[in-house]
């Protein structure tokens, strides 16, 4: 077997690596309805894209792993390119939640055996800590399309919200079909509007704040 030639780099084009990853994702969308998403995958989807197994370790080093997180991230840059037609501006905040993350269910609806698999395999125990990371990415990307531009706690406590809605609706739009997925997505999305208004007009920072000056107080002494 001989390694493939070097793919060009210029300025306008991804690396070699880069390129070559999605030439293997490729291939193992194609053959994971028949193989699983597993090591066994990730070697014949390199295989036929001509690596050795040295290539495949510099490439994928996580082996599965790192297969699923190109596949997730895959159909994350999918989504947002739909969403990039949409002006969410125009929508309330509920109505831009709901396209987002309903643009996200379907973004994988081409790869949907492949992407079976592959939640199986993110099911696993020994694949929570990616599955959580990948769901956590997801969700940072369709809040930012959103509009959303925290910093402080709602940053985390927003994208933690959405990550816990779109794990189990995902699962339910590979499994159980877009309808299922939708009923689901559209109750949660109440939770999501919730939070919204329960945090409307509260001082998040006050706490802080209160702490800063009891500190100052303890240094300083009261002026008062």
Known sequence: MTDPEPLPNTPD?????????QRVLDAAIAR???IGWNARLVRAACEAEGLSLGDEELLLPNSARDLAALLSRRHDARALEALAQVDANALK??????????ARLEAGAD???ATRRCAGFLALPTNTDLALKLAWETADHLWRWAGDTATD????SKRAILSGILIPALTLRWFDGRAAADAFVAARIENVMAFEKWKAGK??????RRFLDFVSRLRYGDAA
């Open 153 to 156: 706690w709602n940053h985390y």
């Open 203 to 208: 001082d998040f920072d006050a706490p802080g």
């Open 93 to 102: 905040i509920r109505e831009r939640i709901a396209m987002a993350v309903s």
């Open 32 to 34: 994971a309805p028949s």
């Open 13 to 21: 084009e991804p690396d070699w690596a880069q390129a070559m990853e």
């Open 111 to 113: 790869d949907l055996e």
